[in-house]
């Protein structure tokens, strides 16, 4: 089973394409979108299990410098 989130970020205006590059490299990374409106990036995590998602959220996306503000979604399994 493959559990999915999505992220919802504010960043820096001056530092966004940096933080999605940054966020790109990050294993665990599906998708990366440039977005406008509230938010400047939405980040689709892809992992095997839920227990994956915190260390990818709270250690490796949110240390990125230029990230103001998450908002994140876990998907509910099928």
């Keep these: 089973m493959t559990v999915?989130?999505?992220?919802l970020?504010?960043?820096?205006?001056?530092?966004?394409?940096?933080v999605v590059q940054s966020i790109r490299e990050i294993p665990g990374i599906g998708e990366v979108h440039e977005?406008?409106?509230p938010y400047d990036i939405?980040?689709?995590i892809e992992v095997a299990n839920?227990?994956?998602?915190?260390p990818i959220l709270g250690e490796r996306i949110r240390g990125i410098e230029g990230i103001e503000s998450t908002?994140?979604?876990v998907t509910l399994p099928d």
């Design 9 to 18: 970020v504010v960043a820096d205006p001056g530092k966004t394409r940096r």
């Design 42 to 44: 939405v980040v689709e």
């Design 50 to 54: 839920l227990q994956d998602i915190p």
């Design 71 to 73: 908002t994140s979604l």
């Design 35 to 37: 977005v406008m409106g």
């Design 4 to 7: 999915k989130a999505y992220v």
